[in-house]
């Protein structure tokens, strides 16, 4: 292949005021990252909640969380996506979707509905893992909690959880960087992040390859310092004698 | 007074029935040890006493209190009963210390200092007050053990079960953990223990209960148990031949 590699393209100007292309990855990066902690952070709750619901003996509560993690699971991402910016704004009451569909800056309202629907989604994998968690504990270990007095809430809050989490960091880890890669559909829906910006340039500059390949290498270091951050995480939160924990 | 009295109960998992009317009490200050083949329900039994386990059947009322009442604080009266388990279970993503403290301050409401005071008081009691800063994992199976019944202890239980306390620890540890419940047993501590430490029985207990198939079949004095062995029954007599070769 005879391809004629420009770098400097990323330091040449948009022709957009004074920004020059780099900018725009920046600005990508910060809406990818914006998008997926925030994500992150509402599927994590929501996700240890139901997480919690799978294993409490109260039927009710056990199969709502269990049809929950089905519909979220088996409905691919992009259905689920498109269902939460064309479809569920026009069931809202009136004011609020005026307000969503008028007063809002495009940019947010596409925020907001790729948040909620990658949150959603990625909590119905977080409730896997945690009841996964739950579930791998010694039985003993509930009938200690509530022997010693506890109620449910203060076993889960002080027994299984805190052992649960530390068990599952690793699958979790994976959620968390798999929350960064699918942050990438906002792109579909108009909201700039770093793919958006990476295939706006491609088009712009007509250096598809390089925009491409430094789309690549960010999203490489962002994963890895992801990784680096959980195992940190892992590190911080390790017991001695506990689950290979060094004596 | 009876502490804790069993009164006709029995429980069924599902179609097979783990207890079978069982009936006994325990008395203030008495020591009565549960024995009896595996699978015989002697967990079940004990673990009924404070709730861990419902039964369909019966009545069990520990200090006047009704534990099958659906209307009865499960949670505090747990918290009056001391309970100690074949695996130690310590919580094992705390310290020692907070093992000994978590359930005084959020379930009693005790200040933090004065947890401590309690739990650093029995941790000594047990021997084990230079391993207070330690997690679980890095202690032995027979310390895990002592610091579980300290857990208990400092939670001024007015009763202490025991479920096989020492059949998971190597042999050598057993009798650290045993001396530790000796000593209870002859403070005046209530307790009901599942155990086939038979030397323990001899020396402390003042009844002792045989469990067959989800039935007590022996209900009788430490005296009568073991000094009239031909009138207990057939069963009682194989089990106890076979556990005191050991
Ligand atoms: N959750 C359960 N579901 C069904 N059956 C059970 C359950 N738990 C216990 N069992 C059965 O109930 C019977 C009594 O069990 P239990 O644990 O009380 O016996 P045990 O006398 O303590 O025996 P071991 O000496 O082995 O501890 C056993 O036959 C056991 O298989
Ligand atoms: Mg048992």
């Keep these: 292949m005879n391809y004629n590699w420009d770098w400097n393209v990323f330091f040449k100007s948009t022709g957009i005021g004074s920004e020059i ?40 509560a056990a199969s709502f969380a269990a049809g929950y993690v089905e519909l979220f699971r088996n409905v691919p991402l992009l259905v689920q996506l498109f269902v939460w910016y064309f479809l569920v704004p026009d069931y809202l009451p009136e004011q609020t979707q005026i307000w969503f569909k008028q007063e809002l800056a495009p940019t947010t309202s596409a925020y907001i509905s790729v948040v909620v629907c990658l949150a959603l989604f990625t909590a119905a994998r977080v409730c896997e893992q945690v009841r996964t968690g739950i579930q791998a504990l010694p039985k003993g270990q ?15 809050r ?42 706006q340039t491609a088009e712009f500059t007509a250096n598809m390859f390089e925009a491409f ?19 940190w995480v892992e590190r911080k939160v390790r017991v001695p004698g506990m689950m290979g924990g060094a004596k | ?35 009896g083949p595996s699978g015989s329900g002697k967990s079940t039994l004990i673990k009924t006493v404070n709730a861990l386990e419902p ?16 209307k009865t604080d499960l949670p505090k009266l747990r918290a009056r009963i001391g309970m100690v388990f ?14 000994l403290t978590i359930a005084q301050q959020r379930v009693l409401g005790r200040s933090l200092d004065e947890a401590m005071q309690k739990g650093m008081h029995y941790l000594d009691r047990v021997g084990l007050k230079a391993h207070a800063g330690k997690f679980p994992g890095q202690l032995s199976g027979g310390q895990q053990q002592r610091v579980a019944i300290a857990r208990a202890l400092a939670m001024d239980p007015i009763a202490m079960l025991f479920d096989e306390p020492t059949s998971a620890l190597d042999p050598e540890m057993v009798n650290e953990v045993l001396d530790v419940m000796v000593e209870l047993a002859q403070e005046g501590m209530t307790m009901m223990c599942v155990t086939h430490e038979m030397g ?9 209960i045989f469990m067959d198939r989800g039935h007590i079949v022996e209900d009788c004095s430490k005296d009568e148990f073991f000094g009239n062995p031909d009138a207990r029954s057939e069963r009682a007599k194989q089990f106890l031949s076979k556990i005191l070769q050991h």
């Design chain 1, 158 to 199: 002080h027994v299984l959880l805190p052992q649960a989490f530390r068990i599952i960091i690793p699958p979790l880890t994976s959620e968390f960087l798999n929350i960064f890669k699918n942050s990438s559909v906002a792109s579909l829906i108009g909201l700039m992040e770093l793919l958006a910006q990476t295939k």
């Design chain 2, 200 to 208: 323990f029985a001899r020396k402390v207990a003042n009844r002792v």
């Design chain 1, 142 to 156: 509930s009938a200690a909690a509530l022997a010693v007095g506890f109620n449910q809430a203060q076993m889960y």
């Design chain 1, 213 to 231: 390949t430094l789309a690549t290498i960010i999203y490489f270091v962002l994963n890895m310092s992801l990784m680096g951050l959980m195992s």
């Design chain 2, 55 to 70: 039964f369909q059947k019966g009545e069990i009322f520990v200090d006047g209190i009704s534990v099958g009442d659906a």
């Design chain 2, 86 to 99: 074949q695996n130690f279970e310590l919580f094992p993503h705390l310290s020692i210390t907070e093992n």
């Design chain 1, 21 to 60: 292309y780099l900018d725009w990855f920046i600005s990508g990066l910060g809406w990818t990252i914006a998008v997926a902690l925030v994500a992150w952070i509402v599927a994590l709750i929501i996700g240890s909640i139901l997480g919690v619901m799978r294993t409490l003996p109260n039927k009710a």
């Design chain 2, 1 to 35: 007074m009876s502490m804790i009295s069993i009164k006709n109960v029995s429980k069924w998992y599902g179609e097979f029935q783990v207890l079978t009317d069982c009936t006994t009490k325990v008395s203030k200050g008495e020591v009565v040890v549960v024995c």
